[in-house]
């Protein structure tokens, strides 16, 4: 299989648009992309200029915040799933060691009728900026559904209905996660901002980050840089997904590498969306992605069972 080295770039208008021939390109190289490398840029996501400043700005303002006001917001007991997770308690799985990261979840908000609605874990306030939460929300919705889009796409690509996604995802546990890699003081002795890692959910829509750093692993084994231009958001395959295709969709390993020694003082403000399906979705692999020939490579669980699993490993739940 012939890999890239580097991501394509696509653009959702050409699937959004009428003309049927552009929608069959999209659906094609959108296919064929996360077969092979799992990542793409793409332009024309819905979200703007001004939407996405105003919503770095507020990021970067709370976690400017002295850490004894970011504390109230940390709540032990939602398992690092919405509000404020401190400096060093998140690890990727399999590592011994903690990301040089901080972060806020902004999470999914059910209607009180939904059966979910006591299931997720309620979102939390910032008291001190009453538009964080605000543009937060705006951010999240503006992105869920650019990612149905993706998901529609992906759906023709895999021989479902277009819509196959739609009543899995609406209400889905996704999340907006706001992170701070703060300034690294002192020799981070094996710590990165981010150890090599697959994404849990089902894809991750990556809105520009403020400094370069992160990098995915290609099927080929080779770590190549992830770059954007600044009117794209990255988007990419998460295990969930790589799991209901039997890898035939691949979740890439990636990472965010420390800089150079001579920016450490430099802070690094990221901000994914991460789209989750509801936790009753079925993960069990797709009948079409499996066969005498290719075996299924995972067994049959949830999605919520799955993120339960995976939040234990990632150490923010015991």
């Known amino acids: 299989?012939?890999?890239?080295?580097?991501?394509?770039?696509?653009?959702?208008?050409?699937?959004?648009?009428?003309?049927?021939?552009?929608?069959?390109?999209?659906?094609?190289?959108?296919?064929?992309?996360?077969?092979?490398?799992?990542?793409?840029?793409?332009?024309?996501?819905?979200?703007?200029?001004?939407?996405?400043?105003?919503?770095?700005?507020?990021?970067?303002?709370?976690?400017?915040?002295?850490?004894?006001?970011?504390?109230?917001?940390?709540?032990?007991?939602?398992?690092?799933?919405?509000?404020?997770?401190?400096?060093?308690?998140?690890?990727?799985?399999?590592?011994?060691?903690?990301d040089l990261k901080e972060f806020w979840h902004f999470g999914q908000e059910l209607e009180q009728n939904d059966p979910l609605a006591s299931e997720y874990e309620p979102n939390i306030y910032c008291d001190e900026l009453p538009e964080f939460n605000k543009i937060g929300r705006e951010v999240f919705t503006t992105l869920e559904e650019t990612g149905l889009f993706i998901l529609r796409a992906l759906?023709?690509?895999?021989?479902?209905?277009?819509?196959?996604?739609?009543?899995?995802?609406?209400?889905?546990?996704?999340?907006?996660?706001?992170?701070?890699?703060?300034?690294?003081?002192?020799e981070p002795k094996g710590a990165v901002r981010a150890a090599a890692h697959g994404d849990i959910n089902l894809i991750t829509i990556l809105m520009g980050a403020s400094a370069s750093g992160l990098e995915i692993k290609t099927r080929s084994g080779e770590w190549i840089a992830v770059t954007a231009l600044p009117d794209q958001v990255v988007v990419n395959i998460g295990d969930m997904m790589s799991r209901l295709t039997n890898n035939k969709l691949h979740s890439s390993i990636h990472?965010?590498?420390?800089?150079?020694?001579?920016?450490?003082?430099?802070?690094?403000?990221?901000?994914?969306?991460?789209?989750?399906?509801?936790?009753?979705?079925?993960?069990?692999?797709?009948?079409?992605?499996?066969?005498?020939?290719?075996?299924?490579?995972?067994?049959?669980?949830?999605?919520?069972?799955?993120?339960e699993e995976r939040i234990r490993e990632l150490g923010l739940k015991k």
């Open 255 to 307: 990472q965010v590498v420390n800089p150079p020694k001579s920016e450490w003082k430099k802070p690094r403000f990221s901000i994914p969306f991460f789209m989750h399906p509801r936790s009753e979705m079925s993960l069990n692999c797709l009948p079409s992605c499996y066969s005498e020939t290719k075996p299924k490579l995972y067994t049959d669980i949830t999605a919520g069972d799955f993120l």
């Open 155 to 186: 759906a023709l690509h895999l021989n479902l209905e277009e819509t196959y996604f739609d009543t899995k995802v609406k209400g889905g546990n996704s999340i907006l996660r706001a992170i701070h890699y703060p300034p690294i003081q002192t």
């Open 1 to 98: 299989m012939n890999t890239y080295n580097q991501i394509p770039s696509l653009d959702l208008h050409d699937f959004t648009s009428q003309d049927i021939n552009k929608k069959q390109a999209f659906v094609k190289k959108i296919g064929d992309a996360y077969e092979k490398i799992g990542f793409i840029a793409l332009k024309n996501h819905g979200l703007n200029e001004t939407k996405r400043d105003l919503l770095y700005g507020q990021v970067q303002s709370f976690f400017e915040l002295p850490l004894e006001v970011k504390k109230k917001y940390e709540k032990p007991e939602l398992n690092g799933q919405r509000g404020y997770i401190s400096f060093g308690r998140e690890k990727a799985k399999g590592y011994e060691k903690s």
